[in-house]
């Protein structure tokens, strides 16, 4: 029967006005959605690469492993094979698996910004090492500075679907390593409270870069306690070595409690095989191999399996971010680690294109849509990376943000209830006013089911036109600015501040 | 062992050219590719929303029922309710799903174009009536003409991943009703040996507009035996009534065997209910009333199972086409439509954008990747389409048909064999030369398994910015004149072409 006293009174335009004042301070589609609704692969496809990813630890094995790890390995049972290699048996790599760590939190400095990382949560941050930045004014990459880090890092503050800030740009004005790593840190302290992420180029570097995080959090071992910052590293070079380099940076970061993102970014048909499930059997050993070097020295130590299948165009044979391949690959690469129970890590929407165009918007969304929806727990890259990562730029983070949205809404996917199935809401409207606008029923379900753009035109074509045809580039530019002109966050109190500056080469 | 013969001789230099030269020819994403990857709907949530489609249709039913159609409805065994909406038992709805064309072939004129519809292969191809086209001079939408309907339609026949063409825009200089379906027929007749769509204003008109499909077959009764034209329709208008003049195309159609998209365009909020869940049970229950209405005329006739769930934006009540609401919600119907055994069609890649530009870069891809990787058999609108379907491009055309690649891609997944996964591959890389570069094992899966995109742009910034830092719009806009200036086809032989010029008012 009719319920013609859940409509609200009144005509179109008190409908609009309703309707429009009722736009929603509620996010329908905040990060932290599940995912796993797509499965690129068959349950027995997923079988098939992960028997031969251990088949591969258990037979071909790790090469340049590094001497001290080596002697570790082997005491626990790992074994050299007659080329010497490094093999870790099924069951010795099962092992490690069932003790590595399968849910950690992620902290912020802010603990409004900590999230657990595990099972099929989906959350997009940054990631990236870009050398050159699309500068703001000129439309034009230049070399990345650390100013243009600082940017970023207060850019992303202000942007929902970042979940945690990795450096996304290297400051190629401080030529000076040590130095390059402490400025890095030290931007992200000061423009975010955000959990955060980024490299060191030597395992000495971590251990003073450490202090100043607890010089931030004010006293020593303070960071141990909850550390907001994870080292992006790669402890396995592609194919099947390890690398000494990064097993220093990894041992020192196990010592001062720094989560570890080991990340596998092995590029098809160049650093491992050109079939794409060759290239996630390789890649998803090669992780393993990484993450046995973690397990080994601290089981249950918190690391994210971040297996990255990166593809290179045959053309050129240089790395392209963008395409079918990609973003499948990665999407993969999520449901192989959430099937291993592991935290996953993979990449997303690592356009080519250098202009704010079609064309990245396209390659940005099917990888972001592909990794999500598979359930990837840290979707890094997805925002502000360029120019097949070289570049970065501020107007990718905020369009970026807004489709992440878009990708979480379509993850929360479509809860199905009684309630929400309305067979009684539609009989009332069928024999009652013959439309929905209006209702209650509606209303709510538009401020609690759709997420509403702010930088997407959703004009007509002549009110587009009448206001001067604007391109999204355009519109994001102008957001960007406005962010930068006026969020100016200073997380750093100035004792803590001042404290760094007296003991570290502070260049902003 | 190392299978060093398997590696080409020569440095960087002359692998570099060797897989220059190896670009393939062949597509490795045709369309046709097989979906179903992704579920965005648990089989649990699939049973209630067809459970409830089927609840609304025998308890709810349907109203403004055209007389002809009643008599016949009831003595099949339909029934009127106390409101005298006419309801179909859920016995009676599964028989006659039972009995509805599962698979058929949409024929081209040529039938290289020809291909099958049904199970979850996945085609795109074009849809929509825009009545403004963006300018390809001027960048600003104007009135869509006969002559861009040409032009769009000439485009269209060189774009692989458009597999049909149905008319995307109308020719709004042409006042007479009659001609303008009389000249939008005649236009996708000269333009294109694909199978095509259109939409006929009256059932009056689709006999004479058949006859003239039978001139250009060569003569009486040739269409009916490779129809090759299928009729856009929608019996059913929102919510849960038939239209007495679709109801009269239709019938017409089935009297001259035009196969029968049957869409169901429902508009969330406004002509059906906000909740996702809820607008999927109607919507689903209206397609299946416009399938009664076909299947109770003649069982089996091909009817393709449109449900395109649209979304409005709360603020305006406008529709929109972009978003992560109406890309679900398009792939969920899809999956109801699997389910059920029908015949899939659904929409996607209506971006809301005005401009060739990020925000419908994103937008389309969104859609089309879920739709996609849904497996819906035919997924209209997604080429071309811009400002909520109210305009087409030409540049949208290009872009649109390689953003389609990726997705084809996407959707034929990962091959997972012995020969693919290729343990003995990397063995022999890992112990040999130490890449996979070159190797006839990555240049054969290099060509085979990746697409290269023709339009995207994937130069370094420098170059990028040496070569005047263009746009996707304005790479696409390039495409799209050369195609135009180049593409002439006339498909009507000057026989056919007199005899149609004679008894029609041809204004092209």
């Known amino acids: 029967m009719a319920q013609t006293g859940s409509y609200r009174a009144g005509g179109r335009a008190s409908r609009i006005a309703a309707r429009t004042a009722s736009v929603p301070e509620i996010n329908p589609c905040p990060p932290g959605q599940i995912g796993g609704r797509y499965r690129p692969l068959t349950s027995a496809a997923v079988k098939d690469i992960t028997d031969t990813a251990l088949r591969i630890l258990g037979e071909i094995g790790m090469g340049e492993v590094p001497k001290a790890f080596q002697t570790l390995a082997v005491s626990k049972g790992a074994f050299l094979n007659d080329q010497a290699r490094l093999c870790f048996s099924r069951q010795m790599m099962e092992d490690i698996i069932d003790g590595a760590a399968k849910r950690f939190v992620y902290f912020g400095r802010d603990p409004k910004h900590d999230f657990e990382i595990g099972g099929e949560r989906v959350y997009f941050g940054s990631g990236g090492a ?47 390593n040590f130095d390059l790593d402490v400025n890095t840190a030290y931007a992200l302290l000061r423009g975010t409270m955000k959990p955060v992420g980024t490299s060191f180029m030597h395992g000495k570097h971590v251990g003073p870069i450490v202090d100043m995080f607890d010089i931030a959090l004010g006293g020593e071992g303070k960071f141990a306690e909850r550390p907001f910052c994870q080292v992006h590293i790669s402890p396995v070079i592609s194919p099947l070595r390890y690398g000494e380099d990064a097993f220093d940076v990894t041992t020192a970061c196990i010592k001062r409690r720094v989560p570890i993102n080991a990340v596998v970014a092995a590029q098809s048909g160049a650093t491992a095989p050109a079939t794409l499930a060759g290239m996630l059997a390789q890649t998803t050993a090669e992780t393993l191999a990484a993450l046995a070097l973690v397990n080994l020295y601290e089981p249950g130590y918190p690391v994210i399996f971040s297996n990255w299948p990166l593809v290179i165009d045959l053309r050129t044979g240089a790395f392209c971010g963008g395409g079918g391949e990609i973003s499948i690959l990665n999407a993969a690469a999520a449901q192989i680690s959430n099937h291993l129970g592991l935290p996953s890590g993979v990449a997303s929407s690592m356009a080519d294109a250098k202009a704010v165009d079609a064309q990245m918007g396209a390659e940005k969304a099917m990888s972001a849509v592909a990794t999500g929806l598979a359930g990837a727990n840290m979707i890094y890259e997805s925002s502000g990376m360029m120019a097949s990562l070289l570049g970065a730029s501020f107007e990718a983070f905020i369009l970026d943000n807004e489709m992440l949205s878009h990708v979480h809404r379509m993850i929360r996917g479509i809860e199905v209830t009684e309630e929400t199935l309305g067979f009684e809401a539609i009989r009332a409207t069928v024999t009652g006013e013959g439309h929905f606008l209006g209702s209650s029923h509606t209303i709510d379900a538009m401020q609690r089911d759709y997420f509403y753009p702010s930088i997407a035109d959703r004009n007509e074509p002549r009110t587009w036109a009448e206001i001067g045809a604007p391109q999204a580039w355009s519109a994001a530019r102008k957001k960007a600015a406005s962010i930068l002109a006026s969020h100016h966050p200073d997380y750093l109190s100035s004792k803590a501040d001042r404290v760094i500056r007296e003991r570290y080469n502070i260049l902003m």
């Open 130 to 176: 870009a050398v050159q930045t699309l500068d703001l004014d000129t439309g034009i990459y230049r070399p990345s500075t650390l100013r243009d880090l600082a940017d970023f890092t207060r850019l992303a503050d202000t942007l929902e679907n970042v979940s945690w800030f990795t450096r996304c740009c290297v400051a190629t004005d401080i030529p000076d």
